[in-house]
């Protein structure tokens, strides 16, 4: 175990997790201009930077499936259960139960896009089904996810230090993504859905065997560097094809999935990688993302979604053209990153080290 591991922290997954917050918002920046540029009429895959937003963005979050995973077996396993349960309640749980809150207040209806629940009653319904499902926010589906990797911790780790058969049960749970795939978001009545937990229990597992014998593992990407290279930009380019020839699923796979998950796969141990040889010298400017990473996450889609109101002119002029879409999704990014760390900041200066109860670590 390297010395930094046994502080606790290790400066290249703290960048690559900044890293990982930062495409999370850039996917999510662009579908205001995207949906103003195709006449309100939702995203239009036919669109050459609707296709790229994807392509580059899409799955982003298994980012942080692989960092969790790595960061459990390398650093958490050896604090024992009891800690690590405590962490995810206090810092994860708590976090989640009062934005869940905060963002279940307010309601819509046939009349009214956005209205105040009628009693009481009506709030608390909504709040519970919010936190089942992950709801309150377009983002909070990752939520009931997170969970559900928390509670099979235990099972992927004794698969991860048994013997042969459990080594290979754990190989077959990281290749299981690539037959069963996570179900698309559903903005109106969403659910749950036990494919999409299986899909990133995948990553996790992937992560949690990477972090197992960290400083091997990045030895074997630093070996097979140019394939997972070569894998990323190939698959990147399949991936746009198969936008172009409204290529979803192959019999009951979606084969769009399943190469968006290896191609993450390939990219994570390459930014693990990169992060890894800077050694010392990680950019300072990410540091602050990487630590505001979970409140970010929370809610920086209050504040895209806000940024409809300052797009909605551009309805009449119909057509967006591409460098335009690109330029104001950079404002929506921008936007929603500082009011999101304006309020990060504000949390933090009024409650102190409690704060991270309010917006997680």
């Given at each position: 175990?390297?010395?930094?591991?046994?502080?606790?922290?290790?400066g290249?997954l703290?960048?690559?997790?900044?890293?990982?917050?930062?495409?999370?918002v850039?996917?999510?920046?662009?579908?205001p201009?995207l949906?103003?540029?195709?006449?309100?009429?939702?995203?239009?895959m036919?669109?050459?930077?609707?296709?790229?937003?994807?392509?580059?963005?899409h799955d982003?979050t298994?980012y942080?499936?692989?960092?969790?995973?790595?960061?459990f077996s390398?650093?958490?396993?050896?604090?024992?259960?009891?800690?690590?349960?405590?962490?995810?309640?206090?810092?994860v749980?708590?976090?989640?139960?009062?934005?869940?809150?905060?963002?279940?207040?307010?309601t819509s209806?046939?009349?009214?896009?956005?209205?105040?629940?009628?009693?009481?009653?009506s709030?608390?319904?909504?709040a519970?089904?919010?936190?089942?499902?992950?709801?309150?926010?377009g983002?909070?589906w990752y939520?009931?996810?997170?969970?559900?990797l928390?509670?099979?911790t235990?099972l992927l780790?004794?698969?991860?230090?048994?013997?042969?058969?459990?080594?290979?049960?754990?190989?077959?749970i990281?290749?299981?993504?690539?037959?069963?795939?996570?179900?698309?978001?559903?903005?109106?009545?969403?659910?749950?859905?036990?494919?999409?937990m299986?899909?990133?229990?995948?990553?996790?597992?992937?992560?949690?065997w990477?972090g197992?014998?960290?400083?091997?593992?990045?030895?074997?990407?630093?070996?097979?560097?140019?394939?997972?290279?070569?894998?990323?930009v190939?698959?990147?380019?399949?991936?746009?094809?198969?936008?172009?020839?409204?290529?979803?699923?192959?019999?009951?796979?979606?084969v769009?999935e399943?190469?968006?998950?290896?191609q993450?796969?390939?990219?994570?141990?390459?930014?693990l990688?990169y992060?890894?040889?800077?050694?010392?010298?990680?950019?300072?400017?990410m540091?602050?993302?990487?630590?505001?990473?979970?409140?970010i996450?929370?809610l920086?889609?209050?504040?895209?979604l806000?940024?409809?109101?300052?797009?909605m002119?551009?309805?009449?002029?119909?057509i967006?053209?591409?460098?335009?879409?690109?330029g104001?999704?950079f404002?929506?990014?921008?936007f929603?990153l500082?009011?999101?760390?304006?309020?990060?900041?504000g949390?933090?200066?009024?409650m102190?080290?409690?704060?991270?109860?309010?917006?997680?670590?």
């Amino acid at each position: 175990m390297t010395q930094s591991q046994s502080t606790g922290f290790l400066g290249y997954l703290h960048s690559f997790r900044g890293f990982a917050i930062l495409n999370i918002v850039a996917i999510h920046a662009f579908i205001p201009p995207l949906i103003v540029s195709n006449n309100m009429q939702g995203l239009d895959m036919s669109n050459p930077v609707a296709i790229a937003n994807e392509v580059l963005f899409h799955d982003s979050t298994i980012y942080f499936a692989v960092i969790s995973g790595i960061l459990f077996s390398a650093i958490l396993r050896t604090k024992g259960w009891r800690k690590f349960f405590t962490s995810k309640v206090k810092n994860v749980l708590l976090p989640y139960i009062f934005f869940t809150l905060l963002f279940s207040i307010m309601t819509s209806t046939e009349s009214e896009p956005v209205a105040l629940h009628s009693d009481l009653l009506s709030y608390l319904k909504t709040a519970l089904n919010n936190f089942i499902v992950g709801a309150a926010q377009g983002t909070y589906w990752y939520m009931p996810v997170l969970f559900f990797l928390y509670i099979v911790t235990p099972l992927l780790d004794f698969l991860l230090h048994a013997k042969e058969a459990g080594k290979i049960a754990l190989g077959i749970i990281i290749l299981t993504p690539l037959a069963i795939s996570r179900i698309p978001l559903e903005f109106v009545n969403p659910s749950l859905h036990i494919e999409t937990m299986i899909y990133f229990t995948g990553a996790y597992a992937a992560g949690m065997w990477v972090g197992n014998d960290l400083e091997n593992s990045i030895k074997l990407i630093e070996r097979l560097k140019w394939p997972l290279i070569a894998t990323a930009v190939l698959l990147s380019g399949l991936l746009c094809y198969f936008y172009l020839a409204e290529i979803r699923k192959i019999g009951f796979v979606s084969v769009l999935e399943s190469v968006f998950y290896v191609q993450k796969l390939a990219l994570s141990a390459l930014f693990l990688f990169y992060f890894y040889k800077l050694e010392e010298n990680q950019p300072k400017w990410m540091a602050g993302f990487a630590r505001d990473s979970f409140a970010i996450y929370f809610l920086h889609m209050f504040f895209v979604l806000m940024t409809f109101v300052f797009l909605m002119p551009l309805f009449q002029t119909r057509i967006l053209f591409p460098i335009n879409i690109v330029g104001y999704a950079f404002i929506v990014f921008v936007f929603a990153l500082t009011m999101s760390r304006l309020i990060i900041a504000g949390i933090r200066l009024l409650m102190g080290k409690r704060s991270r109860m309010l917006i997680g670590s």
